[in-house]
């Protein structure tokens, strides 16, 4: 092993112990008001306030100095969620949280996921009203740790966490055992981790053994950590920080085991009847999914389109294989045979919600800078009242557009029940669930901005969808539009591995010429055009998940191919598993070089278009 490879480990360990003191000592402390305060009720005794209600673990005993402080704090800062981290938190469970929680950014954060430690949370009534939530259910730290996620989803701008002084873990402490549990109430996977975890003991050990003296400062750094972040002051002060420190490593040797074990856990609740479900529609194959090919572009009508790509699904693994066929007229890239509604359901289904949502959830919770900069694309031009996101999903974009247009109303439409739980999260004012161009009478007139970002290219009929969004508009309205580029070099390059095809969901795929001459002849004037500024950081990362994807699919889903459980296929699924960990670093260090320059020459994978209607 090459001192260079310990060097780094090394200074990869100083960065996060750096790192971790300063988000120890950003983490806020309860403080108690002066006096009597708006936590006291008026005999006297401390409260959290008649609108908030305090949840804790099982055999966790909140003082009632604590819980008067916690809702005099609550009361101050606007906070409709505060959870509390006691002063004595186990050492790892603190460095875990460190790692995952940045405080002085987390509140303001809207796309933070919810963090804590598990043993108790301050609500206020009405976030436990919306996400239906029972406050006098028992919980254990699991299930809290859950929980915490999930409140964090309604309150996304008024969440905190504080370290409570007079709050004890020991009552509700648990043991390695429940690690992968508590992982998994996290949104974390506990067997990625795990096997992580283990290679990077591995590794430190090796570099130890054969490196001299870098690899032994690196293996006593990763030792010493807990002492050096949580040892030198700080609100924090572990019980078992001594013990922790002393025998480290044997300690994540064995949370490790523990925790993969613990991986193996038990297939999801009703997939013996998914899988049963899946197997009847495949049992005919999967020709009904399909159209009739059609021997013309469905933008220009030109005669003879001819193959830019074909691939199987990429994406879930799901059976059956899609054709991209270009326009040699007009340049459109369109589904050739293009999937029936019946089709559409089925490869829809288990990506956006079920089996996929969690993922789902955690790609669109990572957009954060997207969403402000296609916001912010509005601007120089207009201040809206009033905004209609059209294919919201869950509803993050306008969830954070609120942080660029404070005063703005946003609502969303879309197609999945997904919309409901935005309204109830209030991420949107009003959802609409169905399709577009049916609701736009309805909605005639009432908008001054519609956006759609990366849905045009999922719809049957992109036509329809202008047509729509044009009765929507209220003369001298603005509608955003964001598609992927399919003239983007990387296109070319990748093949059927780049990420924007995304088949076999995307049924259109709109050059900017094309898209500018309908917007024309629908009555809108250009007014901006970006394409560095939406270029998505994903086109090597992308191409490396597909090609594991194609190589490795997963046995687990339920329309895989039963021979993909045998042992051997499982083995040769690890392997390539684990020969793509450092294809997907690499990926993602000539992503970040291919990004710098896509926004430096303005040529990216995407594409953003301003447009307004005139009035006439």
Not at 279 to 287: C, P, Q, S, V
Request: charged residues 25%; proline residues 7%.
């Amino acid at each position: 092993m090459s001192p260079w490879v310990s060097l780094v480990i090394a200074a990869a360990l100083g960065a996060g112990t750096v790192r971790a003191r300063s988000r120890l000592h950003a983490l806020p402390v309860l403080r108690s008001a002066d006096g009597r305060t708006s936590a006291e009720d008026p005999d006297g005794r401390p409260s959290p306030g008649p609108r908030r209600r305090l949840l804790t673990a099982r055999g966790v005993v909140v003082e009632p100095g604590v819980l008067a402080a916690a809702g005099a704090q609550a009361d101050r800062e606007g906070l409709d969620v505060l959870e509390l981290l006691p002063r004595d938190l186990a050492a790892e469970d603190a460095l875990g949280l460190l790692r995952l929680v940045d405080p002085a950014g987390y509140r303001q954060d809207r796309l933070a996921a919810g963090r804590g430690a598990g043993y108790a949370v301050l609500v206020s009534g009405d976030v436990l009203a919306r996400a239906g939530v029972d406050p006098d259910r028992p919980r254990n730290r699991v299930e809290l740790l859950e929980l915490t996620r999930r409140l964090k989803e309604y309150a996304t701008a008024s969440t905190d966490l504080a370290v409570a002084p007079g709050l004890s873990s020991r009552p509700a402490s648990s043991g390695g055992g429940n690690r992968a549990a508590e992982l998994r109430a996290q949104g974390l996977p506990p067997g990625l981790l795990s096997a992580l975890q283990l290679a990077g003991l591995a590794l430190l050990a090796a570099a130890a053994v054969r490196d001299g003296r870098w690899g032994v400062a690196a293996a006593g750094l990763y030792w010493l950590q807990p002492l050096l972040v949580l040892g030198t002051g700080g609100p924090l002060r572990p019980a078992d920080l001594a013990r922790a420190s002393a025998a480290r490593p044997l300690r994540s040797l064995r949370a490790a085991v523990r925790t993969a074990a613990g991986a193996r856990s038990r297939p999801p609740a009703g997939e013996r009847e998914r899988t049963a479900e899946y197997a009847a529609e495949l049992a005919g194959g999967t020709a009904l999914f399909f159209e009739p090919r059609r021997a013309d572009c469905p933008w220009c009508g030109a005669p003879g389109p001819v193959v830019r790509v074909r691939m199987p699904d990429l994406l879930q693994g799901k059976p059956g294989r899609f054709t991209l066929e270009e326009c040699r007229s007009c340049g459109h890239v369109f589904q050739n045979p293009r999937l029936t509604v019946e089709g559409l359901d089925f490869y829809y289904r288990d990506f956006y919600d079920g089996r996929g949502g969690e993922g789902a959830g955690v790609v669109f919770g990572r957009l954060g800078a997207h969403y402000r900069a296609r916001a912010a694309m509005l601007a120089p031009y207009a201040t809206p009242a009033s905004w209609l996101d059209v294919g919201t999903g869950h509803g993050h974009f306008c969830d954070v557009a609120r942080d660029v247009w404070p005063d703005t109303r946003f609502d969303g439409l879309d197609m999945g029940d997904g919309i409901q739980d935005a309204e109830r999260r209030g991420w949107v004012a009003t959802g609409y669930q169905g399709q577009f161009p049916d609701l736009a009478d309805k909605l005639a007139g009432q908008y001054e901005a519609v956006s759609m970002y990366h849905y045009l290219e999922h719809t049957r009929d992109p036509f329809a969808e202008l047509d729509a969004a044009a009765r929507v508009l209220v003369p001298g309205g603005h509608l955003l539009i964001e598609l992927p580029d399919p003239e983007s070099r990387m296109a070319r390059l990748l093949g059927a591995h780049w990420l924007p095809w995304f088949q076999p969901q995307h049924q259109h795929l709109i050059p900017v010429g094309n898209l500018r001459a309908a917007l024309a002849g629908r009555g809108f004037t250009v007014l901006a055009e970006e394409h560095g500024a939406a270029h998505q950081h994903n086109d090597f990362v992308g191409a490396v998940a597909l090609v594991t994807n194609r190589l490795a699919p997963d046995p687990a889903s339920p329309w895989a191919d039963p021979a993909l459980a045998r042992p051997g296929r499982r083995a040769a699924r690890l392997a390539v598993r684990a020969a793509a960990l450092p294809c997907l670093a690499a990926a993602g260090v000539l992503d970040a070089v291919r990004s710098a320059a896509a926004r430096r020459t303005d040529g990216g994978n995407a594409y953003r278009l301003l447009a307004r209607k005139e009035a006439r």
